[in-house]
């Protein structure tokens, strides 16, 4: 049997290094791309000194022909993208729409939602040449409610709902499972930023609030398999005790 080969962006740390340790401990191939070339090779040699296999490729997602050279280096390394999970986001600078930077406002525009963009676009035409595939676009209730202080997070994960939605339209009968996962909020560094703004009941949260990245790591590797067929064009949320219970998680405390 071919290894499942996994793109995963943003993979130096938070969501996207706790999912690579994950996948790979479950047999999966795993290709890690970030700027952070350092962290990323860390973390490759510690996957690959087990019994997994990692490959570390530098990588700038509001850069198309970045996002480009990472889905050919892992075709040419593994022979194949089976999936990709479109993990890079940022939320910092958390203010309000009249006092924040405009360009620093632009650049979230630019991982969170074009990032997500160039990895599809680029991944799809791979899947489509081998029969099929899967992405796996990380999102937030914030796609789907206004929270101050967050206009550029909540719009541009919107737009990447919007994406995941239309991206299933367009190939979900050609083999492609296009799905989105909302984790909640997880005990990332992005909470430091959110913290440290002190805008809105999000800053306030008690660390306990939190799930760990294992949390999302293991509902990402749930939807690595034919389970993710169910949710393609949706959000698969482990706010629910649903969502939870598919992945075999604890159900949501009260």
């Known amino acids: ?62 850069q198309p022909t970045s996002v480009q050279a990472a889905v050919e280096q892992c075709v040419e390394q593994f022979g194949r993208l089976d999936v990709l999970v479109n993990n890079a986001g940022v939320i910092d600078p958390v203010a309000y729409i009249g006092d924040v930077d405009v360009d620093a406002w632009a650049r979230v525009v630019d991982i969170n939602y074009k990032g997500v963009f160039y990895g599809m676009r ?53 083999g492609i499972t296009v799905v989105g996962m909302s984790p909640g909020t997880v005990a990332t560094d992005m909470q430091a930023t959110i913290r440290a703004s002190g805008i809105n009941r999000y800053s306030r949260l008690a660390p306990t609030a939190h799930i760990p990245p294992e949390w999302a790591a293991q509902a990402i590797a749930f939807l690595c398999t034919d389970a993710a067929r169910e949710f393609a064009g949706r959000d698969f949320s482990l706010k629910t005790t649903e969502g939870r219970a598919r992945v075999g998680l604890p159900p949501v405390s009260d």
């Not at 999966?28 to 087990?50: C, K, M, P, T, Y």
């Not at 899967?134 to 994960?157: D, F, R, V």
């Open 1 to 62: 049997m071919t290894r499942q080969t996994v793109l995963i962006t943003g993979a130096s740390r938070g969501i996207g290094a706790t999912t690579a340790r994950v996948l790979a401990a479950q047999g999966r191939q795993v290709v890690l791309a970030s700027r952070d070339q350092s962290a990323l090779r860390a973390l490759a040699d510690e996957i690959n000194a087990g019994p997994g296999r990692a490959l570390a490729l530098p990588c700038d997602v509001t």
């Open 122 to 174: 680029y991944a799809i035409p791979q899947m489509l040449t081998q029969g099929g595939g899967t992405i796996i676009n990380l999102s937030s209730g914030a796609a789907t409610k206004a929270i101050e202080g967050w206009s550029h997070y909540c719009s541009t994960k919107a737009a990447v709902l919007s994406l995941t939605q239309c991206a299933h339209e367009e190939y979900g009968e050609r």
